[in-house]
């Protein structure tokens, strides 16, 4: 399976026009999700979701703010910078490119924390940890070829 760059959890959730929805409800046919284009995030559309292995081993993806995701290890994911990394890789703190944020730089009012930040337009890896085992699906995606899973990561799809 080291050759697949996208290899989604069933329960993974991608950001579409109707809000989060799982790749296994996706893949009955073509879809609508967000991607990045030039810098904008923009829609466009999921083809030929297959699964490429049952009840594989995965692992979860936890963000600082609290939002994870499931995936295989080999499961391409852009660090900041547009840099490819797999996500068995991922260490604590590694910055990953997020679907929303503050410019960089942009000095706000974390009300989580109750404290003054300074944005770096990026989401920050909290861990990485074996979560179980799952169907993975792969599919493409048109044009951009990377797609964001609904906790606000961009990841990179099949055939691209």
Same mark, same amino acid.
């Given at each position: ?9 069933? $329960? ?7 809000? /989060? ?10 879809? /609508? ?53 797999? *996500?068995? #890789?991922?260490? /604590?703190?590694?910055?990953?490119? /997020? ?5 960089? +730089?942009?000095?706000?009012? $974390? #009300?989580?924390?109750?404290? $003054?930040?300074?944005? #770096? ?9 074996? *979560?179980?085992?799952? $169907? ?8 951009? +070829?990377?797609?964001?899973? *609904? ?7 099949? +055939?691209?």
């Amino acid at each position: 399976m080291a050759e697949l760059v996208c290899a989604l959890a069933a $329960d993974t959730k991608l950001e579409t026009p109707e809000g /989060p929805l799982t790749i296994k409800g996706l893949a009955a046919k073509p879809a /609508p999700v967000f991607t990045v284009e030039n810098g904008r995030v923009r829609f466009r559309m999921l083809h030929d979701a297959a699964i490429v292995a049952e009840a594989a081993p995965v692992v979860a993806v936890r963000l600082e703010n609290g939002a994870s995701f499931r995936v295989a290890g080999e499961q391409i994911v852009f660090r900041k910078g547009m840099v490819e990394a797999r *996500a068995a #890789d991922l260490q /604590p703190g590694d910055a990953l490119v /997020p679907m929303f944020s503050y410019a960089e +730089g942009y000095a706000y009012r $974390d #009300d989580v924390a109750g404290a $003054d930040a300074v944005s #770096d337009a990026a989401l920050r890896v909290a861990a990485v940890v074996p *979560a179980g085992q799952a $169907d993975l699906y792969t599919f493409r995606i048109n044009v951009t +070829g990377c797609f964001f899973v *609904a906790a606000g990561v961009l990841c990179k799809a099949a +055939g691209s």
